[in-house]
């Protein structure tokens, strides 16, 4: 068994060698990725990949390098208690990974596989079940399905396919690798449950200099679950609407490249030192909004991240990480008019602009021991509409000024599982009181997993 596991080492390196040769600016991106980590790569993370040769479409000879796939499971489930109703905790806890009620909550079961096709294409689907948190049904969802070119020119890289959108820090980034056990709420109020994610294409340009400098835009459609702030789609506007605004389905219509998400981010990262590093980028997203025929949606946003990591540390430990995001949306909201109030109730068109922010530090203190401090605070302008002929903001639960602070106490058993205590004080405008939630997260990984970039 142990010469085994050598021999597939010994692939799994000969095939990233084979790469590093061929695409310096995957290079780069990998070596970055790995630095961006909390705890160090682990030497056996390779043992459960599968290696593929590549062979040839004639005769099935041997054309190629060793490739690998990387099959993984990722567990995550919640229990804890709060002082607010399963009706409020379900607005407080926005996101579809967050724990979302009393008792236990199945956040997720992700399956992940990541590959080389060939010299030319890496793969990576992403497979994710959960229950919903009030009827218990099991939900499945392709959260992600792309593909990557390795082999462009001028450091460019082409991704297509369905994924979470390049913007700040953490939409991007999976739900097990966060360092808190639920998502920020400004992401969930522009954003909604799931992340900012759809099927499109971006292109990529890495600069040829040692400091870590990427450009990319990318273009995706702006209609489904995932797309809160823009085309959205009747379940998301029964749900949680922008500003209580309605619907309007002739807005939905696709009719030029005028009706589809854009999306840019410039990111940046530098050691300056062998034991610190920091990044930071701005993001940029724009497309149509579903309330009229004409109405789009901006949100645009900066982050950074700092990072001190012992050189002398052992597994990664001691280490200090401090993290921060501030996003703002303008949401062009179409004039309408209400008929469901007995008589008819004129919505002015009106621009809804929202802002929010967290910032948040973890100190690795000991080898698998860390503490955290989150803050938190979303903003507004601009009345949304309650029904009835009422707007206040005030009581939108979805815009409603917010402030919510989150102490977190973590242990990694291994680099294999985890476990998290965290503490949630909730104050906002829409309660009576400020609601005070504990949540108990297990977190356990099989099999290898790719790593997360900056």
Request: with cysteine; charged share 20%; glycine share 10%.
């Given at each position: 068994?142990?010469?085994a596991?050598?021999?597939?080492?010994?692939?799994?390196?000969?095939?990233?060698?084979?790469a590093?040769?061929?695409?310096?600016?995957?290079?780069?991106?990998?070596a970055?990725?790995?630095?961006a980590?909390?705890?160090?790569?682990?030497?056996?993370?390779?043992?459960?990949?599968?290696?593929?040769?590549?062979?040839?479409?004639?005769?099935?000879?041997?054309?190629g390098?060793?490739?690998?796939?990387?099959?993984?499971?990722?567990?995550?489930?919640?229990?804890?208690a709060?002082?607010?109703?399963?009706?409020?905790?379900?607005?407080?806890?926005?996101?579809?990974?967050?724990?979302?009620?009393?008792?236990?909550?199945?956040?997720?079961?992700?399956?992940?596989?990541?590959?080389?096709?060939?010299?030319?294409?890496?793969?990576?689907?992403?497979?994710?079940?959960?229950?919903?948190?009030?009827?218990?049904?099991?939900?499945?969802?392709?959260?992600?399905?792309?593909?990557t070119?390795?082999?462009?020119?001028a450091?460019m890289?082409?991704?297509?396919?369905h994924y979470?959108?390049?913007?700040?820090?953490?939409?991007?980034?999976?739900?097990?690798?966060?360092?808190?056990?639920?998502?920020?709420?400004?992401?969930?109020?522009?954003?909604?449950?799931?992340?900012?994610?759809?099927?499109?294409?971006?292109?990529?340009?890495?600069?040829?200099?040692?400091?870590?400098?990427?450009?990319?835009?990318?273009?995706?459609?702006?209609?489904?679950?995932?797309?809160?702030?823009?085309?959205?789609?009747?379940?998301?506007?029964?749900?949680?609407?922008?500003?209580?605004?309605?619907?309007?389905?002739?807005?939905?219509?696709?009719?030029?490249?005028?009706?589809?998400?854009?999306?840019?981010?410039?990111?940046?990262?530098t050691d300056?030192?062998?034991a610190?590093?920091?990044?930071?980028?701005?993001s940029?997203?724009?497309?149509p909004?579903?309330?009229?025929?004409?109405?789009?949606?901006?949100?645009?946003?900066?982050?950074?991240?700092?990072?001190?990591?012992?050189?002398?540390?052992?597994?990664?430990?001691?280490?200090?990480?401090?993290?921060?995001?501030?996003?703002?949306?303008?949401?062009?909201?179409?004039?309408?008019?209400?008929?469901?109030?007995?008589?008819?109730?004129?919505?002015?068109?009106?621009?809804?602009?929202?802002?929010?922010?967290?910032?948040?530090?973890?100190?690795?203190?000991?080898?698998?021991?860390?503490?955290?401090?989150?803050?938190?605070?979303?903003?507004?302008?601009?009345?949304?509409?309650?029904?009835?002929?009422?707007?206040?903001?005030?009581?939108?639960p979805?815009?409603a000024?917010?402030?919510?602070?989150?102490?977190?106490?973590?242990?990694?058993?291994?680099?294999?599982?985890?476990?998290?205590?965290?503490?949630?004080?909730?104050?906002?405008?829409?309660?009576?009181?400020?609601?005070?939630?504990?949540?108990?997260g297990?977190?356990?990984?099989?099999?290898?997993?790719?790593?997360?970039?900056y």
């Amino acid at each position: 068994m142990r010469y085994a596991c050598s021999l597939v080492a010994l692939a799994a390196a000969l095939a990233a060698a084979n790469a590093v040769a061929q695409d310096p600016a995957a290079n780069r991106r990998a070596a970055l990725a790995r630095a961006a980590q909390a705890q160090p790569a682990d030497p056996n993370a390779n043992l459960g990949a599968v290696p593929v040769a590549q062979t040839s479409g004639q005769g099935g000879s041997l054309t190629g390098p060793l490739t690998q796939l990387d099959i993984s499971v990722d567990l995550m489930m919640a229990v804890g208690a709060s002082s607010a109703r399963d009706g409020v905790i379900g607005e407080l806890q926005g996101g579809a990974h967050d724990p979302r009620k009393r008792g236990f909550t199945l956040q997720q079961a992700e399956v992940q596989m990541n590959g080389a096709v060939d010299p030319w294409f890496r793969g990576q689907f992403v497979l994710v079940t959960s229950l919903d948190a009030d009827e218990g049904e099991t939900i499945v969802e392709v959260e992600e399905a792309w593909l990557t070119t390795q082999q462009l020119p001028a450091n460019m890289q082409l991704k297509a396919g369905h994924y979470l959108t390049d913007f700040g820090r953490l939409n991007q980034i999976h739900p097990h690798a966060w360092d808190y056990q639920d998502q920020p709420v400004v992401m969930t109020r522009f954003f909604g449950a799931d992340g900012l994610r759809a099927p499109g294409a971006r292109l990529s340009w890495l600069a040829p200099t040692r400091t870590y400098f990427e450009a990319l835009i990318g273009v995706q459609n702006a209609n489904g679950e995932t797309l809160q702030s823009f085309l959205a789609n009747d379940e998301v506007y029964e749900e949680r609407a922008v500003g209580g605004r309605f619907l309007d389905e002739e807005a939905r219509d696709v009719r030029s490249l005028g009706d589809v998400l854009w999306h840019a981010r410039l990111a940046t990262a530098t050691d300056f030192t062998p034991a610190h590093t920091l990044g930071g980028g701005v993001s940029a997203a724009f497309g149509p909004n579903a309330t009229g025929v004409g109405a789009d949606t901006v949100i645009y946003g900066a982050d950074f991240m700092y990072r001190w990591r012992a050189i002398d540390n052992r597994r990664g430990y001691p280490f200090f990480k401090l993290q921060g995001e501030v996003m703002a949306r303008a949401f062009d909201a179409a004039a309408q008019v209400d008929d469901n109030s007995g008589s008819p109730v004129d919505l002015p068109s009106d621009t809804l602009d929202d802002w929010g922010a967290y910032l948040y530090a973890v100190y690795g203190f000991d080898v698998g021991w860390a503490v955290g401090l989150r803050g938190e605070v979303c903003s507004g302008a601009g009345a949304s509409y309650l029904g009835a002929g009422a707007f206040d903001r005030a009581d939108d639960p979805w815009r409603a000024d917010r402030t919510r602070i989150s102490p977190m106490l973590s242990y990694q058993t291994s680099e294999y599982s985890r476990v998290r205590l965290q503490y949630n004080w909730d104050d906002s405008d829409h309660l009576d009181d400020v609601a005070h939630s504990v949540w108990l997260g297990f977190e356990i990984l099989i099999g290898p997993h790719q790593p997360h970039s900056y």
